[in-house]
């Protein structure tokens, strides 16, 4: 029996990543419905090429009698979850409605879409499994190590103060959180300005306004100075106090990212006084004085106090949200394999690649530009001669007659354009085999359009390769796959 058989309640479906181009993560909360114990569902979205098997016409919901208050799952890139309303009326306001015949655009498909789109029902339900904390943190690690960070798409959501205490036990998760955390301060640094605090001090002479009290205890005790009450523009108060002990934790993480970002705002904050994090989490600003400073410094102030929180083991201060979407973060899985490709040239065959090199098309009769240029992913250069590769995160086509019609033109382009052979660069899983096929060949300008032609009148070499892409748990061999790939380039035109 299906899960939609026992579930009577009715379903809305999601599906995450619609045209497979992006993963990462979404956390939901709802105000909990009479009898149930779940409050918080966090959404970790996996790589398609982690997926052992797919079947398109099933969909994945949440199994009944859930007992804790979070609930840690997982889908692939292009899965479908089914959600009652309680769940679904949160994750609906990131997730438009699927739009039928929409046109893809010159951006690589899927890449500015949001990571969920409501779509229809499915026929089958199977149940969401329990998240694998391993998986989870190998997927972070794996967006860390190649800088990737997530898109800013009007969908996104980044993690709120509380995220600390919500995020399932995964170290690059968290040290995600952090990222966050500096990415903000330093724009909060950048923004930085003086301003005018209320000060009490007791001075040699008068500044400002005497403190009535100040003058009585003087007179008793016979003393000079005398105290007095002044504004002072300063950048040293309470919240900066607050934000730079968070920037020095953050720093104290052995991450090398978090330790050299921390560094390069700690070095702008050195008007900044040092205290301990005890006596910072025991002032506190009202609410009224939150609301008079600007949103990103807000929000890095509560992000600050969560950190000094976590350091010091007491409760995050500001209360989780009612409900909503908590967090909801996509990176762009086709900008991270091309990322993997390049490092792959770069460490394997000493090749440095240009990345995004821009490409002129088109030219008016006078011989200036006339359109915007093309951006090939990877360009390499050895020994006078240029491969063109254009990293692509699909399921991979086994010659480039069977690839994609628009692909197929874009690498004809290249090569024409570039005088160089050009080749699509597909993922492929750990422990498979690497693509083996003779690539085609691209006939002079001026050939004649049909029929057999000589060997003087082939041009450059252009076809499919394939890459492993890394996986959880298993060593990426790439050995095959870089001699294929090495013999490519040494035959390069």
């Not at 090429?49 to 099933?58: D, I, L, M, P």
């Not at 026929?123 to 997530?150: C, F, Q, R």
């Not at 800013?152 to 690059?172: H, Y």
């Not at 450059?460 to 996986?471: A, D, K, N, Q, T």
Request: one cysteine or more; aromatic letters at 8%; proline letters at 6%.
């Amino acid at each position: 029996m299906s899960n939609q058989e026992e579930i009577k309640t009715p379903l809305r479906y999601f599906q995450a990543s619609k045209l497979g181009n992006g993963v990462g993560l979404t956390v939901l909360q709802r105000e909990l419905p009479e009898g149930e114990t779940c409050r918080t569902l966090t959404i970790h979205i996996f790589p398609k090429f982690w997926r052992k098997a797919h079947n398109g016409s099933t969909a994945f919901a949440l199994p009944l009698g859930l007992d804790n208050e979070t609930f840690h799952t997982f889908v692939y890139e292009m899965d479908v979850v089914a959600l009652d309303e309680s769940w679904a009326s949160q994750l609906s306001t990131v997730a438009p409605a699927e739009l039928q015949g929409k046109l893809v655009s010159e951006e690589e498909e899927g890449k500015t879409d949001p990571l969920w789109t409501e779509t229809r029902s499915r026929s089958e339900t199977e149940p969401l499994g329990v998240l694998n904390l391993g998986h989870a943190d190998a997927l972070w690690k794996l967006i860390h190590s190649y800088e990737m960070a997530p898109a800013p798409l009007p969908d996104k959501v980044d993690f709120p103060p509380s995220g600390v205490s919500i995020l399932p036990d995964v170290p690059e998760l968290k040290i995600q959180f952090y990222r966050q955390f500096l990415a903000q301060a330093e724009e909060a640094v950048r923004q930085r300005k003086p301003v005018f605090l209320q000060t009490e001090e007791e001075l040699s002479f008068i500044r400002g306004r005497m403190v009535p009290q100040g003058l009585i205890k003087r007179k008793i005790y016979h003393r000079m100075p005398v105290l007095c009450e002044y504004d002072s523009l300063t950048a040293d108060n309470h919240i900066w106090q607050v934000i730079r002990a968070a920037v020095q934790v953050t720093g104290q993480i052995e991450n090398e990212h978090l330790q050299v970002h921390s560094l390069e705002i700690d070095a702008h904050l050195r008007d900044v006084g040092i205290r301990t994090s005890a006596s910072l989490l025991a002032e506190r600003l009202s609410s009224t004085e939150l609301s008079r400073i600007g949103a990103n410094l807000r929000n890095t102030y509560l992000l600050a106090r969560s950190i000094l929180a976590k350091q010091l083991g007491v409760g995050v201060e500001e209360p989780s949200h009612a409900g909503g979407v908590i967090a909801n973060l996509k990176v762009v899985s086709s900008d991270l394999w091309e990322k993997i490709v390049a490092r792959l040239l770069e460490e394997e065959l000493g090749s440095k690649p240009e990345e995004q090199a821009q490409l002129d098309l088109y030219y008016k009769d006078n011989g200036t530009v006339a359109a915007t240029a093309k951006k090939p992913d990877l360009i390499v250069k050895e020994n006078d001669k240029t491969v063109v590769l254009d990293a692509k995160y699909k399921f991979r086509k086994q010659n480039i007659s069977e690839a994609f019609m628009s692909d197929q033109y874009q690498l004809t382009t290249y090569a024409y354009r570039m005088s160089a052979d050009a080749f699509l660069a597909y993922p492929h899983k750990p422990g498979q085999k690497p693509l083996e096929n003779e690539p085609f060949y691209l006939p002079k300008p001026g050939s004649p359009a049909t029929g057999e032609l000589e060997s003087a009148q082939l041009s450059y070499r252009i076809g499919v390769l394939s890459l492993p892409f890394p996986e959880p748990g298993e060593a990426s061999t790439a050995a095959d796959s870089i001699a294929q790939l090495a013999g490519l380039l040494e035959k390069a035109s």
